[in-house]
């Protein structure tokens, strides 16, 4: 008699922190006392999963950082839900704001700015300590603190503990400020542009340490960055965001392989390649940065898709009503209606950097 085997399909982790139709509005006044909204992040579902890194790319203002600080709940958000551990987090207030921070911690992208220049190393760490393990006597708390510095390669740690902020490199300060997250035991970090302000020459070190220690805790990893090549090496996934909203998401070699949004595609294009010819004449191929055009306002944002007035493959429906999220593979979507009437396939063989270029200076079938 056959035994007839089944294989169950894996079981995914439940995230430790998502974000369920999170929208953010602010409202601004003008010097003459006129109010406007901005539409800084409009309708956003985004899970992070345990020992996963999760990249979410875009140009300036495409609400990337907006979005960290919602999930920090350094904002409110106008609508929409964010669960840690599957609950809804609503206003945390006294022990369960604390019980939030000691679970969630943002990373800043100015490592200066996010240390008090006043005191040293040992105080800066120590603080945080303080706050989130009451019951450590003084002398736990330097060998915990010590035991940090180590592990952000901080060594020896004495040399480090008594050092004001401007006594220490970018990369230094950046490592320090790590290891305070690191401090009060969090589940998830927050790393928005975290290695941006640094020198070259050490970026990959701090992108080696944030995957070492995702690996060793198995945190859940928000990395925030403009630069597609440092999203391939450390993140297990993409989302891609334009003008407050994502327009596309899915594994990482599934994006950037085979990009199916024309802005995703056109995000990869227009980034350095370390692989292609110096001699090339990278104008002359891409255009300039000046030929692709600004963002839209996100105070008064383009209806329908956002990504229409500037994009080459524009038709009626995507002026007027914004794409679905539709399935181009597992576990990849991109918000585009090219894929709704069939013309996915265009994408393929297509140079959006020209394309993009000539469609703001003519019109393009």
């Not at 920090?72 to 369960?96: D, H, I, K, M």
């Not at 305070?180 to 928005?192: H, I, M, N, T, Y």
């Not at 070190?205 to 060793?216: A, F, G, H, I, V």
């Not at 396939?345 to 394309?355: I, K, P, Y």
Request: glycine share 8%; charged share 25%; hydrophobic share 35%.
């Amino acid at each position: 008699m056959n035994e007839t085997t089944t294989i169950e399909p894996p079981i995914e982790p439940a995230p430790v922190l998502e974000a369920v139709g999170v929208t953010k509005h602010f409202t601004v006044t003008s010097g003459l006392g006129a109010k406007a909204t901005v539409h800084a992040v409009e309708d956003i579902t985004l899970r992070l999963v345990p020992g996963r890194v999760t990249a979410v790319v875009g140009e300036s203002g495409s609400g990337k950082t907006t979005l960290a600080r919602l999930l920090a709940r350094f904002y409110e958000p106008t609508s929409g839900t964010v669960r840690l551990e599957g609950r809804p987090v609503e206003r945390p207030t006294g022990q369960e704001e604390l019980a939030y921070r000691k679970a969630v911690q943002l990373i800043f992208q100015d490592p200066f700015g996010s240390l008090n220049p006043l005191h040293r190393v040992r105080h800066n760490i120590d603080r945080a300590i303080r706050l989130h393990h009451r019951g450590l006597s003084r002398a736990q708390r330097l060998g915990r603190a010590r035991e940090l510095l180590e592990r952000v390669a901080l060594t020896p740690a004495d040399d480090y503990l008594e050092k004001f902020p401007h006594e220490l490199s970018g990369g230094q300060r950046q490592r320090v400020v790590i290891a305070r997250a690191l401090a009060v035991e969090p589940r998830v970090l927050l790393g928005d542009e975290p290695i941006s302000m640094l020198d070259v020459s050490i970026r990959l070190e701090m992108l080696n340490l944030l995957d070492r220690l995702r690996r060793e805790d198995g945190l859940a990893l928000l990395y925030i960055t403009h630069d597609i090549a440092s999203a391939r090496y450390l993140c297990d996934d993409i989302v891609v965001m334009y003008a407050g909203r994502i327009v596309e998401m899915g594994p990482k070699e599934a994006v950037i392989a085979d990009p199916q949004h024309p802005y995703t595609k056109l995000l990869i294009e227009s980034s350095p390649d370390p692989q292609g010819d110096p001699d090339r004449d990278r104008d002359a191929v891409f255009g300039s940065a000046d030929d692709l055009g600004e963002p839209p306002s996100l105070i008064d944002p383009p209806s329908g898709c956002r990504f229409h007035p500037r994009c080459p493959f524009a038709m009626e429906q995507c002026r007027t009503t914004r794409p679905p999220r539709i399935a181009v593979g597992p576990d990849h979507g991109a918000d585009c209606w090219l894929h709704d009437v069939g013309r996915g396939h265009e994408l393929a063989g297509s140079s959006m950097t020209q394309l993009v270029s000539r469609t703001l200076t003519e019109e393009v079938p």
